[in-house]
Each structure stands twice: as C-alpha cells, then as structure tokens.
C-alpha cells in the first residue's frame, strides 16, 4: 500500500512515516528538507500535490499551523493552511482514486469543554467542542468538511484527535500520560492501526494515554489529584518520593482514549516509566522537573 504523509518533517509526522515504511510504501511532503519529506513545498501547492499523489493509497494529513503559530500567523493563514488545504487534498485524493483519508487533529480544539467547574473534564468523542482559539476552531472546521466530503464520496475519513505530545518537563509529562498526553510514538501506532483497519464512513477517536482512572474520579482528581494518583499508582509516587518532585494536587481534564482501542485495536504502550526512562537517558524531549 502506497501511503502519503503531509507534515513529514515534524516531530509527529516524521514518527507517523518511520512506523509505517516498515510495512508498507511511504512518501512525505513537507515544507521543510528532511530526510522524511520526499517532496519539498507548501501544501497549497496543487501541482505538487498533484504528483505526490500518483498512485498513493492512502493520505496521512498531519500538515498544519499549530497553537505556538497563534498570534505569529493571521486568521487567514490558519484558514487558508487547516482548513481550505485540508479540504483541497481531500478533494484531489478523491480524484486521484485513494481509498481513505487519515486526519491529524488534536484534543485542544475541545476548548472549554475540557474544563467544567469544580471538577476535572472527562473528555471523550461524545462531548462537543467549545473551541477557544483560532487553531480550535480550524481544527474543528477541517473536520466538519471531511465528514462532508466523507458523506458525500463514500470515502473512509478517519480523524485521530491527538493530546498533549510536546517537550516538556519530566514531571508534568509523567503524569500527563495517565490523563491528558502520549507518546509520539503511540501516536505512529494509532495512525497505523486506522490504516489497517480502514473502517467505513466518518470515524473520530481521541488518542491519548492509557488512563488508570474512570469517570467517577473527576472531583477527587481537581481537588485531591496526589491522592488519587497515590491510590492508582503507588509506583508512580514512590518514583516522585524518590526524586524529591511533588504530585499536582489538582488535574483539570482526562482524555478518554478507550473506544480507539477497542475499535482500531490500538494500545498505547509509552506510560510514565517510559518518560522516567527517557530523562534518565537525556533524551532531549523531555525536560528537568518544572519549579514548584
């Protein structure tokens, strides 16, 4: 199977191209020269699209502006860039005969609806965003209109929403595996699985850490969020304990990522230790324990 992926060059999209040329034909676009990006220029530009194309079964589009572009880039580029791209290759992927589109997009565009009061968010597909930025927004819009052209083609549009995946400090990222974050490389395996399933029509899953905790967990986790994370992961505490860093005492929101492994067969497999295991070995994405 021929697979594109749009963004290649960043950290997630080069993750997503290294997974998948294991086993299976890929070719990237990115602005940038990277030894990941085969074709080098905008996604805009629709004569190269036009041959990066060429006999490509399958679009990974992880290609945009993100939260850091904010206030850097007009409200144009982000509608120019997220969503008219988004909906311009989708377009010319119909044309050129793929059998299914796969949609980077992210769990920030929930926005407020992340953070109800007086409790932690319980965030799953089923809430409705409440976008707070011009990137929530776009993200949003670019979904909307590849549930169109889905509809409208009988094309496999699968979006894969996906949490906190940046550099940062060893403690926060630590714990945000168990409530809000993944691993980049769990991210590669979640696109892999939605490409191998292919499952019919409009799918949207968040992707995001294995949670230790449940829904009925929200109001201990916003008022005593070291407690509860004592009481899941003693190990977890004792690592802390260890290091002299300090448990949040309030979490504001756990991503649900239940139904993309159930209905992809996705496991994320990168949990905390991994990010311990990561600082031990300076690996530079993640950083030295945020001051208290």
Not at 43 to 52: F, Q, S, W, Y
Not at 162 to 167: L, Y
Not at 241 to 248: M, S
Request: glycine share 6%.
């Amino acid at each position: 199977m021929k697979i594109l992926v749009t963004g290649s060059a960043g950290r997630v999209g080069r993750a997503i191209y290294i997974k998948l040329m294991k086993s299976h034909d890929v070719v990237g676009i990115d602005s940038t020269p990277c030894s990941t990006a085969d074709f080098v220029g905008d996604i805009r530009d629709e004569v190269l699209i036009g041959k990066a194309l060429e006999g490509v079964d399958v679009i990974v589009h992880t290609a945009a502006l993100h939260a850091p572009h904010v206030g850097l880039m007009s409200d144009d580029d982000f509608e120019s860039i997220n969503v008219n791209a988004t909906e311009k290759l989708a377009l010319a992927g119909v044309k050129a005969g793929i059998k299914h589109f796969v949609f980077t997009s992210t769990t920030a565009l929930y926005g407020h609806a992340s953070t109800p009061k007086d409790k932690a968010g319980w965030i799953d597909e089923s809430v409705e965003p409440k976008p707070k930025s011009v990137y929530h927004k776009s993200k949003v819009s670019a979904e909307h209109k590849l549930k169109t052209i889905s509809d409208l083609f009988n094309l496999p549009v699968t979006v894969l929403q996906m949490s906190r995946c940046f550099p940062e400090p060893v403690d926060l990222m630590a714990v945000y595996r168990m409530t809000r974050g993944v691993d980049a490389r769990d991210v590669a395996s979640a696109h892999l699985c939605a490409i191998e399933k292919r499952l019919a029509g409009f799918r949207r899953y968040i992707i995001s850490g294995k949670t230790p905790f449940t829904s009925d967990c929200c109001h201990t986790l916003y008022y005593s969020a070291d407690k509860a994370l004592e009481g899941v992961s003693p190990d977890l505490a004792a690592v802390f304990a260890e290091r002299g860093w300090k448990l949040p005492s309030c979490l504001d929101r756990v991503y649900d990522s239940s139904l993309a492994q159930q209905e992809l067969g996705w496991t994320p497999i990168y949990g905390f230790e991994s990010v311990i295991d990561m600082y031990d070995q300076d690996v530079a994405e993640v950083l030295t324990p945020s001051k208290k």
